[in-house]
């Protein structure tokens, strides 16, 4: 009886096992097909010598590649070691976007050994936060400047372009910086609506070329910077002489990005990419920098400095010594550089 049984079940089942292990050497025959085929694609092709030179198997290469940086990422960086970003950093801003506590325990876990690591040393009698002064206001152009600027903050927002960054990006710092009552800088982009749209106090800076302040030839235009200075939120003009993320270099914002309002905001053609020279093609020596510092603060009757990197100071002495040789009331004028 038993045995009868088995024979019908083994009936029973025989054609699923058969179509099962049919199904299976077809796969097999597939997998084997797209295995000669990738091979000759990868042997007859000539873009690529690491797959002309290990077909099939030099596709892996590309795979391991891309999940190297997962594994790196999730498994064996530690938390201080990526770069730009690390993972300790992309914690912080995943919980503060997500209005969850910030707050870690003591401890750091920093590398504190390398030579000018900033550390805090610990006070007998520390200054309680009632008995802490404020910041005293600094008044940048007072006495030369049509409208001087009251800074009130030491710590303030440095460049960053809309376009490289994006309108939430923008309206994000526009208003935390109206909030800590600091200034925040445009970047060499250009003025756009979200910079104004949360009230902070606005510095315009001026790239090498001249975006939202420049012609049709891409010099630039002082009605256009007439336009801006209009603009009861822009404080000061910054003309940008350097990056230190491109020593030498200039920039490129591919057309890709340029859409129609960045293209308004720049003066630039839709799709096209915009190109920075990697300097003012105006300005060649320290008397060129004074000649426009000056122009462009008698154009917007606005605070005028500089931005640079410092990376030979022998130019420093010329700007000095021209500032000197001058004389008049440039010598007691504030030029703010950074």
Not at 109 to 119: A, D, M
Not at 128 to 139: G, K, V
Not at 206 to 231: F, N, P
Not at 278 to 289: K, T, Y
Request: glycine share 10%.
């Amino acid at each position: 009886m038993k045995t009868k049984n088995m024979i019908e079940m083994l009936e029973t089942a025989s054609p699923v096992l058969e179509a099962l292990s049919t199904l299976f050497v077809f796969v097999i025959g597939l997998l084997v097909l797209l295995i000669v085929v990738v091979f000759i694609f990868d042997i007859t092709q000539r873009k690529n010598a690491v797959l002309r030179n290990y077909p099939v198997v030099g596709h892996f290469r590309s795979i391991f590649s891309s999940l190297g940086e997962f594994f790196r990422q999730y498994f064996f960086a530690m938390d201080r070691e990526e770069m730009p970003f690390n993972r300790a950093e992309r914690d912080w801003v995943h919980k503060a976007a997500n209005n969850t506590d910030t707050t870690v325990a003591f401890g750091s876990t920093k590398n504190l050994n390398p030579v000018g690591t900033v550390i805090f040393a610990n006070c007998p009698f520390p200054t309680l936060d009632e008995d802490a002064s404020e910041t005293r206001p600094i008044t940048i152009g007072e006495g030369f400047c049509q409208k001087p600027y009251r800074a009130k903050s030491i710590f303030n927002i440095s460049g960053m372009s809309f376009g490289a960054i994006s309108k939430p990006a923008v309206l994000a710092l526009s208003n935390g910086a109206a909030i800590a009552g600091c200034w925040y800088n445009t970047g060499e982009g250009g003025l756009s609506p979200y910079h104004l749209e949360g009230g902070a106090d606005i510095v315009f800076q001026i790239g090498t070329a001249k975006y939202g302040v420049r012609d049709e030839q891409g010099k630039l235009s002082d009605e256009k910077l007439t336009e801006i200075a209009e603009h009861e939120q822009v404080r000061m003009f910054e003309i940008k002489m350097s990056q230190g993320a491109k020593p030498g270099k200039g920039g490129i914002f591919p057309g890709a990005k340029v859409t129609p309002q960045i293209a308004q905001i720049r003066g630039i053609g839709v799709g096209e990419d915009a190109i920075s020279p990697n300097r003012h093609v105006e300005i060649s020596s320290a008397q060129d920098l004074l000649d426009m510092i000056n122009h462009v603060h008698k154009v917007t009757g606005k605070p005028t400095g500089f931005k640079s990197v410092i990376g030979a100071t022998d130019w420093l002495d010329d700007f000095f010594q021209e500032i000197n040789k001058r004389g008049g009331g440039l010598r007691t004028r504030f030029y703010y550089a950074r």
